[in-house]
């Protein structure tokens, strides 16, 4: 492995390694370890895929991916014609990884995905224009990308977001032609907001990251939960500074920075607003 794949490396064990590029090259290759399966997320925008063995080179739009099987070490390559950066996340999984998390031998299911696994059947090579990333894929892949974890907590937290990308991709797989198979955007939106809601969110942020534009995005929320996205933030945040003031001793202070604010006059302004009393108020009166 040379130098510059070893610094694309996030995550390496026996059985899995992740690697992570994000740079502005015009071309690159990746490293296809014999009998592995590699998940390749392309997230840059036009990136060609040049196989050896007599494929024929595939294009890739921004936030798609594969699924496939190498028997064999090989190499492919990665080029890209867009200004952008040249940005991919691979994972590799060894076949014995594999075969013991699905274990074939446990039912006639199990051994039909570990075929259909061995013999390319979700890599699209030829049949369709490539599958295209889910909400939940993309949350998954800032995860891993974000994660500053280590050790065992690292390598158990790696597996866990590893099995569920492999579950999203067989259901995408299997479930691909009906119109309820991937989850809506406004219920994904929901749940990325319900998940971060004490950080300072935006439109803007969810946009960038589940590859829709912001204006959208309100709409779609908006028309589904018939609130804003701002509104519904301010909604969680106060019912949980409520439930915290009302069933805790934690300091005003305190509840205001947990609960996303970083000012604790504008909690107060907030809260007042919101429940016509004073936090202080409150909690002296319970």
């Not at 309820?180 to 946009?207: F, T, V």
């Amino acid at each position: 492995m040379s130098n510059l794949e070893e610094e694309k490396i996030l995550f390496a064990s026996d059985n899995i390694s992740i690697e992570f590029c994000s740079e502005r090259y015009s071309k690159t290759s990746i490293l296809e370890a014999g009998s592995s399966f590699n998940l390749l997320f392309l997230l840059g925008s036009d990136i060609y895929l040049e196989k050896s063995a007599g494929h024929l080179p595939i294009v890739f739009r921004k936030n798609q991916y594969i699924l496939y099987y190498s028997s064999e070490e090989n190499r492919a390559e990665l080029r890209s014609d867009s200004q952008e950066a040249l940005q991919y996340l691979l994972i590799r999984i060894d076949y014995q990884y594999i075969n013991h998390l699905i274990n074939p031998k446990s039912s006639e299911e199990s051994s039909d995905i570990l075929e259909n696994m061995m013999r390319n059947s979700f890599i699209y090579f030829h049949k369709e224009t490539p599958p295209t990333m889910t909400v939940e894929m993309h949350m998954i892949l800032k995860e891993i990308i974000g994660s500053s974890k280590k050790g065992i907590i690292q390598k158990l937290f790696i597996e866990a977001k590893l099995i569920k990308l492999l579950i999203l991709v067989f259901e995408q797989f299997h479930e691909k032609n009906s119109a309820q198979s991937a989850p809506k955007a406004p219920e994904m939106i929901k749940k990325y907001i319900d998940e971060n809601y004490h950080r300072n969110i935006k439109a803007e942020e969810i946009g960038k990251l589940i590859g829709i534009n912001q204006n959208i995005i309100r709409q779609e929320f908006k028309s589904q939960y018939h609130m804003t996205i701002s509104h519904y933030i301010s909604e969680l945040r106060m019912l949980k500074a409520k439930k915290m003031i009302t069933n805790s001793d934690v300091m005003i202070k305190e509840i205001a920075i947990e609960c996303g604010y970083e000012y604790v006059q504008n909690f107060t302004r907030a809260f007042k607003k919101k429940f016509g009393v004073a936090p202080e108020n409150l909690r002296n009166n319970k």
